[in-house]
């Protein structure tokens, strides 16, 4: 076995028709600019043995290594390191592309196997590491970062009528596989690419499987509980902290994290004088602060508070749009940005977080409100028709309704019931499959793309593989009772946390209520569109923008979040992706 331990940039070059060379130098482009985000390590680990010549890259982490070396060794191909990429070749030595149906983790894969001149390209089944790419004749270029696969010759930074309509009327959330440039794809979650001189398959390698739950209440809460706590503590170790906003996801985290290391710091985040101005509303009843303080009384975490101020939110919004190379969340991905970075500055390098358990357990409005669980719409996107009302009509591929059916029908296709599955148990299958493909992505890549900018990594327990197949087989009937949402990890968890935190309502990530912030990215707005120069005039039509000066903007552009200042925010990251990008139309 030999490692070739060249720096990669985050991304390289495949000659479809050479795929037997692409692991010598000559067959892979090298870029400068970045280190290698493909590679665990910055490394290429190629393994020859008689009878196999495989090359390996991977981003991310298992959480299941023990198990799968534990198989390894039952099938006499024992792991003789602890280097990740022989763990893969040895599983893929024994079930070939079967291997991957085993893992457990957040990870983007590479792997080509020489004498089958095959390449194969595998995200993990939530989607929680990106892996891009784009596709020519001759060639495909694969990259953990979008601006890097831009690098390329043959990659041109363009936008056509498809992507305009994705991104006005679905924004910030994308249909899976797809990105806002014409030309570069994603691997969709728990499907792998197959690259042969013959040409490329999309394969999945992960589904949701219906089948009849068995489990009493009292059995399946002790379940779930355990599962739970397993996930996090599989996740945890000396060098995780934890992020705590007090809502009952995030404190569940931070409550078994702590069983792990008692030393567990905590992180939670506020702005500047959020106590004057917080206004309550239907989604965000209450502050924070007074739920942290509970669970720092429970568990004598070592707790930092990370205070925001409107200016570095401001400043914050470009640089967190090129983090996703994509205008995205607002101010919602610049508050994560700046926390992270106040983070970094204190020396931490992973966090848990408790995000995704709505997507599972039923923590959104939508799960709940009769009017919003139809399926004929996505319910975290109001007003379809008025979003597309700003998109200059040349663009315009078919109306909003149509579109949006269109997609839902298309995420929806793949599903199967058992025979005994009846429709409303359907209904709320089919509505957290809307969730895991659409909302949470939105949600998993902020997090991932945020904490790259500054070399960390953001965990998310709830996103466990196996937690997401049991919850999806679980009736809707234990998951919500009583009114009270996420009924079910209410009660596997109400011996662990305060009576105050079990019983909260569902809160989201916080945002600033301060009338600076509004006023400051107002005042950028309107600079903005009084320039007839900028890109945004390209695509948009200018008497819509004018409106939204004068317009209350109550209602969320998207899910609870990004209402007011957010969506004005969000334009303006739209027009500097344009400008920054090049991009044509």
Known sequence: MSTFAGELSAHCFLDLNHIRKMCHQDAIEFFSDQRAVLGSDGKIACFKETGWDVVIMMDGHLFNVSELKEECLRQGHPVQSDAVEELIFRLYQIHREEFMGLLNGAFSIVLVDRLCDLALLIRDPMGLKPLFYHVSKDHVVFGSLIRCILKHPSVKAQAGAEELMEMMLLGPSRTPGKTYFKGIDEVKPGYFLSLTANGIQS???FFLKDEPWTLNEEMTISFVHDLVSDAIQRQSDESCCAL??????SSVVCAKAYETSEDLRTYSVDYVDQSVYFKPNFYQKSRDQDYIELMKERYPFESHEVVLSHEALRKSLKDAMLARDLPSMADV???LYCFLEKMKEMGESAALSGECADELFGGYP???QPHLCTLTHFPWISSASDRLSYLKEEFRMMDADSYIKMKIRSTLSSLTFHKDTNCEERQMKKMMKLNLDWFMQTLTDRADRMARAFNMEIRVPFCDVR???VLYQIPWSMKYQDGMEKSLLRKAFVNELPDEIVHRRKSPYPKTHHPEYARMIKEDYVK???????????????EKLEELIYSEMNTPWYGQLMAGPQLIAYYIQLNYWMEKYHLSV
């Open 203 to 205: 394969i999945p390698y």
């Open 244 to 249: 705590l906003s007090g809502g009952l996801d």
């Open 333 to 335: 991905d610049s508050s």
């Open 366 to 368: 939508w799960y709940t």
């Open 467 to 469: 937690l997401v197949q």
């Open 528 to 542: 903005m569109i009084l320039d007839d120069d900028n890109p945004i005039h390209q695509i948009l039509r200018k």
